[in-house]
């Protein structure tokens, strides 16, 4: 079984390029999608979302309940590890799958945020971005009072379970009337391509990939693993459970986020 030792025989003296999933924030309070312990999930698809208001009712309406909890989501001493690890020179960059912001918020700075981000919301239709604590505030105005009293743990995209969103009203673009949307890629929807080509570039650069808190199941970060094993960098995995990519690993560490990547960090700097 490979050790904390075996992984930083093989990270010494290579730029990182450091892969997160949901894993990194479970100690965050933000559960993960495919974890040992995760229940099954079935977050929206962009086809669902778009299909008309019962469904942006049933999105908002959840969603709203569990930006209670995501939005106050603090960083947890995973993402302070990746973040000392940009610090010290030890890491070039960091692809993060997460929408929940945490890794700029523990003081992270290259950080690409492969699927957009919950803090923000975007017009389908003129393209406005604006801040989602803003959209929450309006939210709580044309829905006084609802959901309170219910359970306000939140998916990895911000969702919660709500079971009755009869009369919840959405709120539009105060710019030009349109839908709005959190400012993240859904199911079905694809990243943009100028974004993923910067991540192969990144993965070219890198000397080594760190992933930690994946399972790698969809093809979105599991590629960059890939490509970094086709081309020759070495690639060390933290995660509680199996990977996608553990036939590609060089070491696998299987572990909790938090405490492994301090001690990676502490051993790396």
């Not at 940009?86 to 912001?101: M, S």
């Not at 400012?183 to 391509?193: H, I, Q, R, S, T």
Request: glycine content about 12%; overall charge neutral; charged content about 20%.
């Amino acid at each position: 079984m490979a050790s904390l030792v075996d992984a930083v025989e093989v990270l010494t003296g290579r730029h990182l390029l450091v892969l997160t999933g949901a894993g990194i924030s479970t100690d965050s309070g933000i559960p993960d999608y495919r974890g040992p312990d995760s229940p099954p999930r079935t977050p929206m698809t962009i086809a669902e979302f778009r299909s008309g208001l019962p469904a942006r009712r049933r999105y908002w309406a959840r969603s709203h309940v569990g930006w209670r909890t995501m939005g106050r989501a603090q960083p947890n001493a995973g993402h302070r590890a990746v973040a000392r690890l940009e610090q010290r020179g030890c890491a070039l960059g960091l692809i993060t799958q997460n929408v929940d912001g945490l890794h700029a918020a523990a003081g992270s700075r290259s950080v690409v945020d492969l699927h957009g981000r919950i803090a923000d919301v975007r017009c389908l239709d003129c393209g406005a971005v604006t801040s989602r604590t803003d959209l929450h505030l309006r939210l709580e105005q044309l829905n006084p009072g609802f959901g309170a009293g219910l359970p306000t743990e939140a998916a990895p995209d911000g969702d919660a379970a709500v079971d009755t969103v009869d009369g919840f009203v959405v709120a539009d673009c105060e710019t030009c009337g349109g839908v709005l949307k959190p400012d993240v890629v859904f199911f079905g929807e694809n990243v943009a391509k100028p974004l993923v080509e910067h991540c192969f570039g990144l993965v070219e650069r890198a000397g080594a990939v760190l992933v930690a808190g994946s399972s790698l199941t969809v093809l979105s970060g599991f590629r960059f693993v890939r490509h970094a094993h086709r081309i020759g960098r070495p690639v060390v995995i933290v995660n509680r459970g199996a990977t996608r990519a553990d036939p590609l690993a060089a070491v696998r560490l299987d572990g909790g986020c938090s405490e492994t990547l301090s001690r990676l960090a502490d051993a790396l700097g």
